[in-house]
């Protein structure tokens, strides 16, 4: 079974300052990656997807993740956070549903603090 | 509209009610999802449906029922719940192609009493 691992809940980081967030996964074959953002009472919004090729992706806002096989890892980075970047994020792995549709499995986020 | 939108926003209901839940996509897809978020735990899929049937149903209680008349409409109607529902509950959609990103809604905040 597919799972993902954030082992950091919390996160404070002064604005301007860098930013990593991981993410460690267990997947059975080639895994569709996900990183998405989440406001506090909003959706889910995506910042990017990994599905194949090159192993850097860069998304929107300024983020950019890493895919890592041999690690199992898909670190999201941003190198100067804003104060309007906290929120909490989400990586998720994904597979193909036979019937149409996928499925995506979540960690369980890690709450982004931006310190002014 | 644009995207994908989610009515009501805010619902508080006991558990001898019945409600129901409303999502609808603007964005032409094909599959459409039932998500669950509770606090400290990780979102839970619970119904997913593919031009109009139901592909993925992961152990929800019978006391959620999901509908999708249309590929634009997705439905979760309630009934018996327990005060252990209340939670915030997302749909989503996507072009149901592979693994293809899905577009989530704001989410009904459900609060069971």
């Known amino acids: 079974a597919q799972s993902v691992t954030q082992p950091d809940i919390h996160i404070t980081v002064s604005e301007g300052a860098s930013l990593e967030l991981r993410c460690n996964y267990s997947y059975g074959a080639t895994p569709y990656l996900f990183w998405y953002v989440q406001s506090p009472g909003q959706g889910l919004q995506l910042l990017l997807k990994y599905f194949s090729g090159d192993t850097l992706v860069q998304g929107i806002k300024g983020f950019e993740a890493e895919f890592k096989r041999s690690q199992s890892s898909f670190n999201l980075r941003k190198p100067s956070v804003h104060w309007s970047d906290a929120a909490e994020y989400f990586c998720a792995v994904g597979s193909i549903l036979t019937g149409g549709g996928n499925k995506l499995t979540f960690g369980t986020g890690t709450q982004l603090k931006v310190e002014l | 509209e644009t995207g994908v939108t989610q009515t009501p926003r805010h619902l508080v209901m006991g558990m001898t009610n019945k409600k129901s839940l409303k999502c609808e996509q603007h964005l032409g897809h094909n599959a459409m999802y039932w998500y669950k978020q509770s606090a400290k735990k990780p979102l839970e899929l619970m119904f997913v449906?593919?031009?109009?049937?139901?592909?993925e149903n992961n152990s929800v209680p019978s006391r959620f029922s999901p509908e999708c008349p249309n590929s634009s409409h997705l439905f979760l109607h309630l009934h018996t719940l327990q005060p252990e529902d209340s939670a915030l509950y997302l749909c989503a959609s996507s072009s149901g192609i592979n693994s293809d990103t899905q577009y989530f809604g704001p989410g009904t905040r459900l609060t069971v009493l």
């Open positions: 449906y593919s031009l109009e049937e139901r592909v």
